[in-house]
């Protein structure tokens, strides 16, 4: 048997995989089951309903505004300075109009799959991603604190071999798992929108659109799978891949915040990780300088610097190249036993 198939074999039969598949199974389809109950198809009757309730709103409005007319003309006739209270011809001017009780204020929430999938295809990214960190991490992480790998290199012992293989094996573990989650995952909203909701305007170009954006979705998932993996095996045990991450979390969204900010850096947020996760699913994300404005001397457009997702490709690639090359040197250089 092949070391890559071997290697599938006991990824697939570790409980915790097991586990926490079934855990974003149920987490998933919980979401979407959630949510379908929140959506609301708007038929003709509920349309003529809400339109209805806008007009018992302008009713009472224009009720309420003719009575607090007549209370100040009878102020008036009374000598009474009403001016203050109800303004300078008794409020008059401020005449409710039919226009102001828009009937779709009153309109159930309906979910709109052109223009909301997109928000979901990142709620599916972040909770698989973090799946493939607890999965990659624990995959090597546990082989080494068990000495399962020592024990492994002693049938193989091609060092560099077997590393690259496992690594195979948990990318196109996670590939498998995310394109089969994500099919039903798109699936489910679509029936969801179709069903409770809205299909309109769907177009060849949208459908286009939402799969980029699950290339992109699957590009995060295998670049953070790939980078606890790393992690893991620099460490030798799963715990550093997960302190490295709540490092990179404080550094990142913490002091790095509060470092530019006491600076007075410009545009300090664009050195934060969650800068470029935000551009990475929005395609881009626009970073404002309040700083440059004077408000004093009136209106200002703030200056712009506009983070795409080319550049988030770019921190995510190199991060994770990073530390993939250093488990590699260290795996070739470290004592084994």
């Not at 947020?269 to 404002?288: E, H, I, M, P």
Request: hydrophobic content about 50%.
């Amino acid at each position: 048997m092949s070391l890559y198939v071997t290697e599938l074999r006991r990824l697939f039969k570790r409980r915790l995989t097991r586990l926490l598949l079934v855990l974003l199974i149920l987490g998933l389809g919980g979401i979407a089951v959630v949510f379908s109950f929140s959506s609301h198809k708007l038929s003709p009757a509920v349309i003529a309903e809400a339109q209805a309730e806008a007009d018992v709103q302008y009713q009472r409005a224009l009720g309420d505004w003719r009575q607090a007319v007549t209370e100040c003309d009878a102020a008036k006739a009374r000598g009474e300075n009403t001016e203050q209270r109800y303004g300078p011809d008794c409020g008059r001017e401020w005449q409710p109009q039919p226009e102001m009780f828009d009937p779709k204020w009153n309109l159930p929430y309906q979910f709109d799959f052109r223009n909301e999938f997109g928000i979901f295809v990142a709620v599916f990214a972040g909770a698989t991603a973090l799946f493939a960190f607890l999965v990659g991490a624990s995959f090597v992480g546990a082989e080494w604190s068990t000495g399962g790998m020592m024990n492994l290199l002693l049938w193989r012992p091609k060092r560099l071999t077997v590393l690259a293989t496992k690594l195979a094996a948990l990318l196109t573990t996670l590939l498998g798992v995310s394109l089969a989650l994500g099919a039903l995952w798109t699936v489910a909203f679509w029936l969801i929108a179709k069903n409770r909701g809205t299909t309109a305007k769907v177009t060849a170009g949208v459908w286009q659109s939402s799969a980029l954006d699950g290339v992109r979705a699957l590009g995060l998932i295998l670049a953070v799978g790939a980078a606890a993996f790393a992690l893991a095996s620099l460490g030798r045990h799963t715990a550093m891949a997960l302190g490295a991450a709540v490092g990179l979390g404080v550094i990142s969204e913490i002091a790095i915040r509060i470092g530019v900010a006491m600076a007075g850096v410009r545009f300090g947020d664009r050195w934060v990780l969650s800068t470029y996760a935000l551009a990475w699913f929005q395609k881009q994300w626009t970073l404002l300088d309040h700083r440059s404005c004077d408000f004093s001397q009136g209106q200002c457009s703030p200056k712009e610097l506009i983070i795409t997702w080319q550049d988030s490709a770019l921190v995510f690639g190199v991060g994770t190249a990073l530390v993939l090359v250093a488990a590699f040197w260290m795996m070739r250089r470290r004592d084994i036993t």
